[in-house]
T-cell receptor, first 112, second 115 residues
Framework: AQKVTQAQTEISVVEKEDVTLDCVYE???????LFWYKQPPSGELVFLIR??????QNEISGRYSWNFQKSTSSFNFTITASQVVDSAVYFC?????????FGTGTSLTVIP | KAGVTQTPRYLIKTRGQQVTLSCSPI?????VSWYQQTPGQGLQFLFE???????NKGNFPGRFSGRQFSNSRSEMNVSTLELGDSALYLC??????????????FGEGSWLTVV
């Protein structure tokens, strides 16, 4: 089965704290893609990152970093030194079997 | 290049009416998907169209339908609206890129309120 699990429904942190959003996936495909999206209150889902299943290198983009581990089927997202503008719902997604699968999202609130 | 465009952005309808939402995908993308998101809920997959054919379908009643035109633009229709249909409807387009990957991009969504 193809499935994405985001066990954390809601997270609150104080500004400048680091926070990690967890994502665990299941897939029967050997080739697949993993994504993270950010949904601010305005509603639009904003694409953040894509990783393919053959590239387990961690990626860093400014305050954002992603840790992809095939051994544990996880693709976790860390925000360093969080800011109020990071407050949003974050979705993890999997593309496999010619279809996209989304997790249920993690609502992050950064308290000033 | 232009992103995914959805119209209208906001609309209010009365129970029993029908509504049509429109979506223009990113140029070159042939796949268009629709999602429903209600307050506090995740993304509920409605259906996906590829080259004018419905390729995948979620678990929604027949009141929800869609179509895709030859230029890849898509419409979704909800007939006999119910209060529970009030939601954010998101359209997304996807396509293979030069790196051999497939990424899905979303529009800003259409906020539907049924009264």
């Amino acid at each position: 089965a193809q499935k994405v699990t985001q066990a954390q429904t809601e997270i609150s942190v104080v500004e400048k704290e680091d926070v990690t959003l967890d994502c665990v996936y299941e897939t029967r495909d050997t080739t697949y893609y993993l994504f993270w999206y950010k949904q601010p209150p305005s509603g639009e889902l904003v694409f953040l990152i894509r990783r393919n299943s053959f590239d387990e290198q961690n990626e860093i983009s400014g305050r954002y970093s992603w840790n992809f581990q095939k051994s544990t089927s996880s693709f976790n997202f860390t925000i360093t030194a969080s800011q109020v503008v990071d407050s949003a719902v974050y979705f993890c997604a999997l593309f496999g079997g010619n279809q996209f699968y989304f997790g249920t999202g993690t609502s992050l609130t950064v308290i000033p | 290049k232009a992103g995914v465009t959805q119209t209208p952005r906001y609309l209010i309808k009365t129970r029993g009416q029908q509504v049509t939402l429109s979506c223009s995908p990113i140029s070159g993308h042939r796949s268009v998907s629709w999602y429903q998101q209600t307050p506090g809920q995740g993304l509920q997959f409605l259906f996906e169209y590829f080259s004018e054919t419905q390729r995948n379908k979620g678990n929604f009643p027949g009141r929800f339908s869609g179509r895709q035109f030859s230029n890849s633009r898509s419409e979704m229709n909800v007939s006999t609206l119910e209060l529970g249909d009030s939601a954010l409807y998101l359209c997304a387009s996807s396509g293979w890129d030069r790196e051999g990957g497939n990424t899905i991009y979303f529009g800003e969504g259409s906020w539907l309120t049924v009264v």
